[in-house]
């Protein structure tokens, strides 16, 4: 016989009528005195239903043969031996009932961890159920509902997982220049920026929306480029009728078209009714340098930066904002660009700062990535394949690969030949890996593809086209992809023209 307790054979055995387990008499009293339960079934029991066992001659005397060897072999003292042998069995006491608490509380946790999963997939089944639900149900303002930032941003993931979980769209064949035609010149305004803007279509591809602006006579003329060969011109009046001209235009979903005016204004229209859906004026103490409306995630909100780097989402319906990054006082931006996920917003000056802000992660400082204040940063893009940040500057294209640790390169810095031989502007497509040139020395436009072998960008020598030697200088580009075409659009201060490179 050997305690359940001690594990020793017990001196003075004892059998508990609840567990029916042999153990010795004094360690099992004291558990009792202090539990009033039995050590193994943990059900009530009291000192008066303890049955004691009276050993058999022969086992008493191995019991004692057994203690008595073992102690006097160790210590040679009876007395001591005996304390430590009270000792012993109290600390084993004490073990045990550390080991029953142990098992009983790794049950009551592991029983809280499942059910704490199990409410984080309700909750998560509830909310995506609520977002379609949502989705069916009239916009008011006056219906409102006031939702945490927190909420607001596991939308937004969860927004942009879902974009990116329909898949890589098909990018356009890229033509060979040959036999094509300059469109006629159209006047613009210098003081508008514009921004792409990409339309998933029921056949899968992007459609790429550029729009120059024009105003005159209290009226906004846009001209639009759907595809390489489709021009057309909208004409609308000006909301503003003390003849503020807005200072950046971008298109949003369902036919929105954000105006910011001077003074962190923005008007909301509808592009087919010329309605006014809306007037905010944005609360910050900072100007307005990039203002974006995505039309795949997050379609209800529309995102704005300051140049001090306050990054806040405004819903289109309501007066809900919900600001993601507060501003600092060291910098000052001056544009910016968004990742197609729009979780990732760039923002940069043209003297060399260039951060890059997760808007899923308010409390995590912007990363800074390293580029020569000299270099002039004109444009910043995020390629199509999600994981490179083309930094175009004035003779130079920088790419960074955001897989690895901030300020790694995709590949050397690059510098187009050209630019020592004149006046030179060009734009890379969405993928980064296409680049057309326009020399104004030589009046022609150059292709250059990315090399993956090489890491290298390579002069397409079939692909030059000359243009016409009364063609007016260029001072910026912009390259169009829709439909299956491209088109290049070369500016100067006060007009446009759009070169069709459909082969």
Known sequence: MFCAISGKVPRRPVLSPKSRTIFEKSLLEQYVKDTGNDPITNEPLSIEEIVEIVPSAQQASLTESTNSATLKANYSIPNLLTSLQNEWDAIMLENFKLRSTLDSLTKKLS?????????KLVAAQLLMEKNEDSKDLPKSSQQAVAITREEF????????????????????????????ELLQAQNYSRN???????ELN???YYDKWVCMCRCEDGALHFTQLK??????????PNPRTGGE???????????????????????ILDSKTNKVLREIEVDSANEIIYMYGHNETNTEYFIWADNRGTIGFQSYEDDSQYIVHSAKSDVEYSSGALHKDSLLLALYSPDGILDVYNLSSPDQASSRFPVDEEAKIKEVKFADNGYWMVVECDQTVVCFDLRKDVGTLAYPTYTIPEFKTGTVTYDIDDSGKNMIAYSNESNSLTIYKFDKKTKNWTKDEESALCLQSDTADFTDMDVVCGDGGIAAILKTNDSFNIVALTP
Request: aromatic share 8%; glycine share 4%.
């Open 111 to 119: 029983t809280v961890m499942y059910e704490r999963d199990a409410a």
């Open 245 to 267: 001209h807005p200072a950046i235009i971008s298109r949003g979903p369902c036919n929105r078209l954000l105006l910011l005016y001077p003074g962190n204004q923005i008007t």
């Open 227 to 236: 595809d390489s060969k489709t021009i057309t011109t909208i004409t609308t």
């Open 202 to 204: 029921k056949s899968m």
């Open 192 to 198: 508008i920026k514009t921004f792409p803007y990409k």
């Open 153 to 180: 941003l596991q939308g937004l993931l969860q927004s942009s997982r879902d974009f990116v979980a329909r898949g890589k769209l098909k990018a356009p064949k890229w033509p060979i220049l040959k036999n094509l």
